[in-house]
C-alpha cells in the first residue's frame, strides 16, 4: 500500500500547477508520519528533476515546518496534525494530501479513501484555489469531487 500512495503522490504532482513553478530551487516534499512512504518517495525521487527544479524529500519533525514545501503528506498515523500544518501553510502555495478520514472535507487539498477495497481520492477545490495552485481537469475528473 505505501508504494501506491508513494506513486500517487508523485502522480498528482504531475496535474498541478505552482505559481513558482519556474523558479529554480528545490521542489521540497514533506513527509509527517508514514516512515514508509518516506523512504520510498526519497529512494524514487530525492534529486530528480521537477521542471527547473530538483525533488528534496524532507521528513517533517513539526507541522510548522510545512511552511518551506511545496507539498506536504500527512500520513494515517499523523492526522491530528492536519489543522496546524493548515495553519502552517495557509495563503502559500502548497498542496497537502492526507491519509484520514475527514480530512478531505476539512480542508486538505487531496485526501486518500478506500472505497470498496479500493484506493481513490478526494479533492477539495477550494483548499487548492485558496493554495494558489492550479489543478489539471484530468486529476479532477479522476477525483471524488468536495
Request: hydrophobic share 40%; glycine share 8%.
Amino acid at each position: 500500500m505505501y508504494e501506491i500512495h508513494a506513486q500517487m503522490i508523485y502522480n498528482f504532482l504531475k496535474y498541478v500547477q505552482w505559481p513558482n513553478d519556474a523558479e529554480g530551487g528545490e521542489f521540497v516534499l514533506g513527509v509527517i508520519g508514514e516512515d514508509d512512504v518516506y523512504n520510498i518517495l526519497k529512494t524514487y525521487y530525492e534529486g530528480k528533476p521537477k521542471g527547473s527544479k530538483k525533488f528534496a524529500i524532507k521528513k517533517l519533525s513539526s507541522p510548522d515546518e510545512a511552511a518551506y514545501c511545496s507539498v506536504v503528506y500527512i500520513g494515517k498515523n499523523k492526522g491530528s496534525q492536519f489543522d496546524a500544518v493548515r495553519n502552517a501553510a495557509s495563503g502559500k502555495p502548497i498542496l497537502t494530501i492526507t491519509d484520514s478520514a475527514n480530512l478531505g472535507k476539512k480542508g486538505s487539498c487531496i485526501n486518500f479513501k478506500v472505497i470498496d477495497g479500493k484506493l481513490k481520492f478526494e479533492l477539495n477545490q477550494a483548499s487548492i484555489t485558496a493554495s494558489t495552485l492550479k489543478v489539471a481537469s484530468q486529476l479532477s475528473s479522476m477525483a471524488i469531487l468536495l
